[in-house]
């Protein structure tokens, strides 16, 4: 046993110098951390097989006591920290204010929590989609209604809202662009000029929990978020056909303009992304 | 040289009253009690790791452009963060190393805080005088597994960004004082440029710190507690039976400490995890199918996916749907286990202290509670993962989502019952291992005669 | 003399085109590509889709009704050429032709396009995806740059598809290239876990992580076997109320009186 403890420990010098040299020589990841790794098993081995058959065996026992001190302890404890307060006590009026105090410091110490962040008020679920906006795609290009045919999919941002610098503002603005037949169309009456020639436009983040929703089924004409599987009918309005979403997809209503580019005829007919508190104020 | 290190310390801190008995501490060697070290070495692993990558990762979400060895990502723009991920895994060969090796351990360290809380829990382990450990231990397993999310969250890849998009929303859900509560974690409206440089202090900082706290009082209490043992022979409540923490205890210990260290190092080379190349820097509008979390946070995922759509909405107000999978239900079923050791002292009327373990099935209502929440955790886990299931099984993922929802509301339920069943049979069976009594009748004509009675 | 001889090798060809056509596709899609009601119209299906659908092995489907999956290809490259031949002259031409791709250097726009228009279903290596309902996205490395090239063009079953104007042509070599690179993947740091992202890490790092934990724990611990167990010692009474001589936190134990 004493030879097989050795030989782990051999081991375990030839593979951390296998390491070393692995890193002198820049070996792959596979290498370096085979090597180390092996070298730390091989010690770890070599102690397994001394800790069973090397290390004799002993046995000890401890005292196990209750945990409580001895009565007397616990009395002077308590004593102690009743004098202590009752002395304090003596003037209540001072105690009271000593606590209005600390609490009021207190709470004013948690204002500078406030400048994490700006009031959500009128930020949440807002686009930047208004009437007139031209769709254009992630590249800054129009995106015109020739490049939708029947069976296609695209995404598309509001011009002058795209760039790095504009991350959260396209993060809520991407919409997805198709094109159905229009005699498939289902819209409500009010959403009726919606999509001229079929072409149709949904906010691409998901109303469950703002996952984008990338994934268009063009036959049963509905869109999957591979987030947690909500699916939306494209053709009458974004409902939710399958999965956690509670709302429907918003739309954004499209025209097409003489130059025959796609854009928005209006805002986004509902909140964007996923549920909040002040939803339906 | 150890008389002269000894002496030293000694003469400033009388540490030899202390050393004397400590190296002859005994520690009951049941290897399940090993569990909590595996965790703690994982702890200590991970910090080690992470110091080190903790110097090569820029925390920001500046973008910039990306010129480096792989191919498909020159000239895209990416945060600064995700390009220094990507600069130290194509470096030199132990960045990847050790950045794979701390992600493993990351998995693996929630695991043995899982498995070791079970030990305490099926053991009966967290009874007087044992409840502030048993708090201690559940915070530091929501402890870490924040630092998990908030950690793979930290590179801005493509897969993590959606995970984060998914925590805000998840905010944005809670009632009153949900939006704000998203808005000031993350500096505005999602994504904004302050989300990788706040979640990095959390990750290195805060919550390291907090654990480590947590940790020390973890082992202070148990070192002044003494370790419970199994009841056996010549075990009792009044005393603790194992082997000398110096040298057989320690040398154990250390093997346990070397073949974690090793197994991460092995996998951290061998195996790739998160390749970050590979699902590209973050951009909110498109995201890969399928998309899951790591592992811990799988149970999460997969309430989300199966839960229905119960959004209350009121004149003014909403409380989102995804409120109830993804805040209430963890608030509640947490809440049960942190007043677990309150809740069984109620039924049982037990509030001795016990320093000997149960065995798990001795208590058949803490066996089918046990197994009916892991039964639960399980399905929902499950859950989270339903489309790759889907795509193995080639079976509609509609169908598999239903068939979780079935089974989470009636399999935790009937394991549950499985689990007492089996309890209680195996009381039944232990009680009669005990010795009969045996009634000696004498006859009138003076012979004798065994009666055995058995015990109640 | 020139076009007397491919008059004939035309119609020759012909010939077979219709010859294979009655046999492997004219049950489902109509003796006049019209449709049946096992399978849909050719009208205007181009010659894309059917070279796509018999090349990659999706076409003749044994089981009308379901979704064709990528198989080995059933008939040869010249058998595919006559029926494309055949189709295109009896009325699938008018939609996508059979592209010329060449598959370009310019990786990084490649990977851009597909990111933006296909990781959604494909995944992110293209390893596929579930589509729902039982459809599958599938699996895009089996592929050669041709046949992704004309499943772009024309969608087949209900993945959209995208015309020139959506991704142009030199996109279109850029991005057949990129997915050609998901045949090689650099795997940089080691074996894949077969591209199964977190679910795999996760299966991976319990049952290797606390596999192995658990193994030298047992090996250098004890087990209940090897610690005797007796229900005689000192041991508590096995119920499930209140066990051994307890500590009870009312009794008071002998030391309290020696302070």
Redesign the interface.
């Known amino acids: 046993m004493t030879v097989a403890v050795a030989l782990w420990l051999v081991l375990a010098i030839v593979a951390a110098v296998a390491f070393a040299t692995g890193f002198a020589l820049d070996a792959?990841?596979?290498i370096e951390?085979g090597s180390l790794g092996l070298a730390c098993l091989s010690i770890?081995c070599a102690l397994?097989v001394w800790?069973?058959h090397l290390m004799p065996h002993e046995t000890v026992v401890d005292e196990q006591?209750?945990k409580?001190s001895?009565?007397?302890?616990r009395g002077d404890a308590i004593d102690e920290l009743e004098n202590g307060l009752g002395q304090v006590a003596r003037r209540p009026w001072l105690v009271r204010l000593g606590i209005a105090a600390a609490s009021v410091l207190g709470i004013a110490a948690l204002f500078p929590i406030r400048t994490f962040g700006p009031n959500p008020q009128g930020r949440l679920g807002v686009s930047d989609w208004k009437s007139g906006s031209q769709l254009v795609r992630?590249d800054g290009t129009p995106l015109?209604a020739?490049?939708?045919?029947f069976?296609?999919?695209?995404?598309a941002f509001p011009q002058g809202y795209i760039g790095a610098d504009r991350v959260a503002a396209m993060a809520n603005d991407a919409v997805v662009v198709?094109r159905v037949t229009p005699q498939a169309l289902q819209l409500p009456p009010e959403r009726r000029n919606w999509a001229p020639g079929g072409y149709l436009a949904y906010s691409k983040i998901c109303t469950h929990l703002g996952c984008?929703?990338?994934?268009?089924?063009?036959?049963?004409q509905?869109l999957?978020c591979?987030c947690h599987?909500s699916?939306f009918n494209v053709l009458d309005g974004g409902s939710v056909v399958?999965g956690p979403a509670a709302r429907a997809l918003p739309q954004l209503p499209l025209t097409i303009d003489a130059d025959g580019n796609l854009r928005a005829g209006g805002g986004m007919s509902d909140f964007v992304g996923p549920d909040n508190w002040n939803y339906g104020a | 040289m150890i008389r002269w290190l000894v002496n030293a310390l000694d003469d400033r801190l009388g540490s030899s009253t202390f050393l004397r008995h400590a190296l002859r501490k005994a520690f009951p060697?049941?290897?399940?009690?090993?569990?909590g070290e595996?965790a703690a070495y994982c702890f200590i692993f991970i910090v080690a790791t992470g110091t080190y990558l903790a110097f090569f990762f820029h925390p920001s979400d500046v973008p910039v452009i990306y010129h480096g060895p792989i191919?498909?990502?020159?000239?895209?723009s990416m945060t600064e963060g995700y390009a220094s991920v990507l600069q130290l895994?194509?470096g030199p060969a132990i960045g990847?190393v050790i950045r794979?090796a701390h992600h493993?351990c990351a998995?693996?360290f929630v695991?043995?805080v899982v498995?070791h809380m079970g030990r305490i829990f099926f053991t009966g382990a967290f009874r007087?005088p044992r409840e502030l450990n048993w708090v201690i231990g559940l915070t530091m397993l929501l402890l870490v597994m924040l630092d998990g999310f908030t950690g793979y969250s930290l590179p801005g890849d493509?897969?993590s960004g959606g995970g984060l998009r998914i925590a805000n929303s998840i905010a944005l859900s809670i009632p009153l004082i949900g939006s704000w509560l998203a808005y000031l974690l993350f500096g505005g409206t999602f994504p904004t440029h302050d989300v990788t440089s706040r979640l990095f202090p959390i990750h290195v900082l805060f919550l390291p710190v907090a654990i480590g706290a947590l940790l020390g009082l973890h082992v202070a209490i148990l070192w002044h507690q003494k370790h419970t043992q199994?009841?056996?022979?010549?075990?009792?409540?009044?005393n603790v039976v194992g082997s000398p923490l110096f040298p057989h205890y320690a040398l154990?210990s250390l093997?346990?400490m070397l073949?974690?260290f090793g197994?991460?190092l092995l996998?951290g080379?061998?195996?790739?995890?998160?390749?970050v190349?590979?699902?590209?820097p973050y951009?909110p509008w498109?995201?890969?199918?399928?998309a899951?979390?790591?592992?811990?946070i799988?149970w999460l995922e997969g309430a989300l996916r199966v839960a229905p759509r119960w959004a209350l909405r009121f004149p003014g107000h909403t409380i989102g749907a995804p409120f109830w999978p993804a805040v209430f239900m963890p608030a509640v079923l947490f809440g049960l286990l942190y007043l677990w050791p309150v809740i069984e002292q109620f039924f049982?009327?037990?509030?001795?202290?016990?320093?000997?373990l149960?065995f798990p099935w001795?208590?058949?209502?803490r066996m089918a509670f046990g197994v009916g929440i892991l039964t639960y955790m399980a399905l929902l886990l499950g859950a989270g993962?339903d489309?790759?299931q889907?795509?193995i099984w080639?079976?509609?993922?509609?169908e598999i989502a239903w068939g979780y929802r079935i089974a989470i509301v009636t399999l935790p339920f009937i394991a549950a019952l499985f689990a007492w069943l089996i309890c209680r049979e195996l009381?039944r069976r232990?009680?009669e291992?005990?010795?009969n009594r045996v009634l000696l009748i004498r006859s009138q004509d003076g012979g004798f005669e065994e009666e055995r009675v058995s015990t109640p | 003399m020139m076009t007397v001889l491919a008059a004939a090798i035309l119609a020759a060809s012909n010939a077979l085109g219709a010859a294979l056509y009655a046999a492997h596709c004219s049950s489902c899609h109509g003796a006049d590509l019209k449709g049946t009601g096992n399978g849909p119209s050719l009208q205007h299906a181009g010659a894309a889709a059917v070279d796509f659908m018999l090349r990659t092995g999706r076409m003749p489907l044994e089981v009308p009704d379901t979704e064709p999956l990528p198989a080995p290809a059933q008939l040869t490259s010249s058998q595919i050429e006559a029926i494309v031949a055949f189709t295109v002259a009896h009325g699938a031409g008018g939609g996508p032709p059979i592209p010329s791709v060449r598959p370009s250097d310019a990786?990084?726009r490649?990977?851009?396009v597909f990111?933006?228009?296909c990781?959604?279903?494909?995944?992110?290596?293209g390893t596929?995806?579930?589509?729902?309902?039982?459809?599958?996205?599938p699996p895009l490395y089996g592929d050669d740059a041709t046949q992704i090239a004309e499943a772009i063009r024309f969608?087949p079953?209900?993945?959209?598809?995208?015309?020139s104007?959506?991704i142009s042509d030199d996109d279109l070599d850029a991005l057949v290239a990129?997915v050609g690179?998901f045949r090689h993947?650099?795997?940089?740091?080691?074996?894949?876990?077969e591209?199964?992202?977190?679910?795999g890490?996760?299966?991976?790092?319990?049952i290797?992580?606390?596999g192995?934990?658990?193994i030298?724990?047992?090996?250098?611990?004890?087990?209940?076997r090897s610690?005797?167990?007796?229900?005689?010692?000192?041991?508590?009474p096995?119920?499930?109320?209140?066990?051994?001589?307890?500590?009870?936190?009312r009794a008071?134990?002998r030391?309290?009186d020696?302070?």
């Open positions: 792959s990841a596979q951390g770890a397994i800790s069973r006591h209750p409580r001895t009565a007397r302890d992630e015109r020739d490049m939708v045919e069976g296609s999919v695209a995404t198709l984008p929703l990338g994934l268009y089924r063009q036959g049963p509905e999957m591979p599987q699916v399958f | 060697d049941h290897w399940s009690f090993m569990l595996l191919r498909s990502l020159d000239g895209r895994s194509y990847l794979q493993w998995d693996v695991a043995a498995v007087r493509n897969l199994f009841p056996g022979k010549g075990k009792t409540e009044r154990k093997a346990l073949s974690t197994v991460l996998m080379g061998l195996i790739e995890i998160n390749p190349w590979e699902y590209g951009d498109t995201l890969a199918s399928p899951q979390p790591d592992w811990y799988g049982t009327r037990d509030d001795a202290e016990h320093e000997l149960q001795q208590n058949p209502a993962s489309d790759v889907a795509r080639q079976i509609d993922v509609q009381q232990h009680a291992d005990k010795p | 990786l990084a490649g990977r851009v990111d933006g228009n990781q959604a279903c494909h995944g992110a290596l596929g995806a579930v589509a729902g309902y039982g459809w599958l996205a969608g079953g209900i993945m959209p598809h995208f015309d104007r959506l990129y690179t993947p650099p795997d940089i740091g080691g074996y894949s876990v591209a199964s992202g977190p679910v890490e996760g299966l991976l790092a319990w290797i992580g606390v192995t934990g658990s030298v724990m047992v090996l250098v611990g004890e087990t209940l610690s005797p167990l007796s229900s005689r010692a000192k041991s508590p096995l119920s499930s109320r209140a066990q051994s001589p307890p500590l009870s936190s008071k134990s030391d309290s020696q302070a």
